[in-house]
């Protein structure tokens, strides 16, 4: 099928001249391309060349087919000669032997070169493979006839290094094989470990061979020349070099950790030294071996310290190890360095330094929160006055040296990260210095007390990433220091008071973030309820009578209000939570938590006067209303007029306002929930009430809203009203109703609403035009 014209701005004559041009064109290149590959097929057929199959077959390229072919010939081969060196050679004589190895030998390690000059590689390649192994075979073979006596291990060791300078030495005779290099290459890893073995070499002593063996593969990729470019060699060599490399490591510091003195422990000490200087000096030349460098500067800490840790304690060795690992950050700056050698040192010593500071930070951790103990007995004065209480006497100094090595990395990189560590590990150093040694609970307190504005002060002063950190560190330990003091009443107040101060004069005079300050306004506010709390205990007042002095620190805020300045939201939102908090407390007597109801609406009122504060007055309302309430419950009072009235004089009185501040807004919106809050309560009251005179008040009541509605043309009052007092009367007559639907004969009542729809349906129309103005005369209402 013709494809279908495209579409083309150019007439049909110029297209079919400009098809023909590019016919010819394509013509003259295939003619030129024949007449190359005709002159390329007399030559010697290229290595691996095989012609190219159309698209679309599924099978097999020749190459894959062929390399197929030759691998499963060379194991075909391989299986032989073991077969025969295993199973056949014990029927033979020992010319018979020497003869048939020494021709299989020969016969497979010369076969390539005759293979490589006719082109055929890949056949090459396997033969040559059969050869190698032919050589492994008569390694084995001269063992087990003339060497029998010789201990395995120590031959095999022989044998692979001789194995390997045999297979490295035929490499260059045939160039053009890979198999080769690398199989020397992975048999030259064998003499040296196995050699230690047969010595009988101890773990140091066989680390020692791994690392000389790390070493060579080290300098054969580093030094020999070409060895990088070519894969087959470096690929075998890196990867050795890395497994060795990192056994001997950990035989090193498995023999550092184990010994039980500093001179058990210098023979590890030494070869994890060489590791060291092995890792730089390979980072030293090669530019991505930043890991490398990594592993030899963290051996040549932990040789440094491994004699010196025998003799310490834990917490004192990590000391150690910190102070060994300082100098290396110092490579940061080191320009001279190599780039890889620069990033690994400083990377080791930054590890250090996070491992030392995370095992110092977890009995700081768990000293501090075993503080929180004191809140199942407060004021019990059970924490000892002296004794060794807390975390050990070098953790603090682990977390001083970690945040100073920190603050000087802050220095010199320009990054938040190493100045927010800084102060964190500084002030958790400091802040946990006075535990370890027995000192009196106040000398404590007081030095954590200045630890903690001490860090205060630098929240405020600062950048935002150190001063946010010395922030938070501001505020965990208040409250740590805080929950400790309960411990004691003089601690307590002495406490509470100096905490609280602090964290007023921080919002309110010091210059610094806004965070920082606003955190200081909420943690001054709830200290000064704290310290109210803690004078309503020392006077033994019951926990729900707490709630009233408790109420004077929010009603301090309110009355400060506009005073407050850049903090005063903050202050206002915990002056919220302390109120909240007070109603809490006054929960559990109703009576009390009415008062406190009314209170708190007093002092939301206060706010409310303040134009900026307007939205406090409906919380003051509601607040009214549930102290009216729970007063009444508290009474028994049942009737529902007593709990809805209050609520209907606040909503009437809040949207009378409205509506004189907004004319457009509808009675509904402004009247309807308050009338509606004690219509439809009392309505329903009146429904089941037997008596005569609530009926007889609502009922009042709704003339009274109607007629009010009717004179200030209001929708909402109108209709409820009216609607109330119909219900209203449609209850007071419904037993006369029912006395004169009884006494009417059956068939009058079916006659009647008969007769009333014939009237309506005949007077249809005149009642749709009545309805329809009635409609428009009350939309005409507000």
Known sequence: MAPPPPNTPLPPAQELALIDRELAQLDARRTYLLARRAWLLRLPVAPGWAPVAPAGPKDASAPSAQNVLLILGAVLLAVAALAFTLVSWGAMGIAGRSAVLVVLTVAALGAPALLLRRGLRSTAESVAAVGLLLTVLDAYALYAVALPEVDGTAYAAGASAVLAALWAGYAPLLGKLV????????????????????????????????LATAALDAALVLLVPGARSRGPVCGPAVASGAVWGAGALLIGLSGSVQAG?????????LLLAACAALGVA???????????????????????????????????????????????LAAVRANALPAAVRRGLALAGAGVAALAALSALLPAAGSLGARFGVLREVWAATT????????????????????????WLARVL??????????????????????????????????QLTVTAAAGVFALKAARGPGYAAAVCTAVGALNLSVSALDGRTATFAVFVL??????????????????????????????????????????LAVSWWALPVLAVPAAVVALGPRLGRVRIPAEVAAAAVGAAALLLA????????????????????????????????????????????????????????????????????????????????SWTAYGPGLAATLLPSLIAAWGDPHWLRPLLLGLAALAVTLLGAHRRLQAPLLLGGGALAAVALHELAPYVVQVVDALPRWLPPALAGLLLLVVGATYEKRLRDARRLRAALGRLG
């Not at 000892?384 to 090595?405: Q, R």
């Open 587 to 666: 929960a559990a007597e109703l009576p009390l938590l009415a008062l406190v109801c009314a209170l708190v609406g007093v002092i939301c009122a206060g706010g409310a006067v303040r134009a900026d504060r307007r939205g406090l007055g409906p919380a003051a309302g509601v607040l009214f209303v549930a102290a009216t309430w729970i007063r009444l419950w508290v009474s028994g009072v049942a009737a529902p007029e007593a709990y809805t009235l209050p609520v209907t004089v606040l909503a009437l009185a809040v949207g009378f306002l409205r509506r004189r501040g907004d004319g457009r807004a509808s």
């Open 384 to 407: 000892p006055p002296e004794g060794p209480y807390g975390p050990g006497t070098a953790v603090p100094l682990t977390l001083v040296v970690a945040a100073g090595a920190a603050w």
């Open 282 to 328: 390979v980072a030293w030349r090669e530019p991505s071996a930043t890991a490398v460098a990594v592993a030899g500067a963290l051996s040549g800490v932990a040789a440094l310290g491994g004699p010196a840790r025998p003799a310490l304690s834990r917490d004192w060795a990590v000391v150690v190890f910190l102070v060994l690992a300082l100098p290396l």
């Open 414 to 447: 320009p990054r938040p990260e190493p100045g927010v560590i800084a102060v964190a590990l500084g002030w958790a150093g400091l802040f946990v210095a006075p535990m370890p040694y027995g000192l009196p609970v106040a000398v404590v307190l007081g030095a």
């Open 499 to 540: 905490v609280g101060a602090g964290c007023a004069a921080g919002a309110a005079y010091a210059p610094g973030a806004q965070p920082t300050r606003a955190g200081g306004a909420v943690l001054a506010v709830g200290y000064a309820a704290a310290t109210v709390a803690a004078l309503c205990a020392l006077q033994g």
């Open 261 to 269: 003195s500093a001179a058990a422990a210098l023979d590890p000490s």
């Open 179 to 210: 198999v080769p290099l690398p199989a020397a290459v992975v048999t030259a890893q064998l003499p040296l470990p196995l050699a230690a073995l047969a010595a009988g070499a101890d773990p140091v002593g066989f680390g020692w061979a791994l």
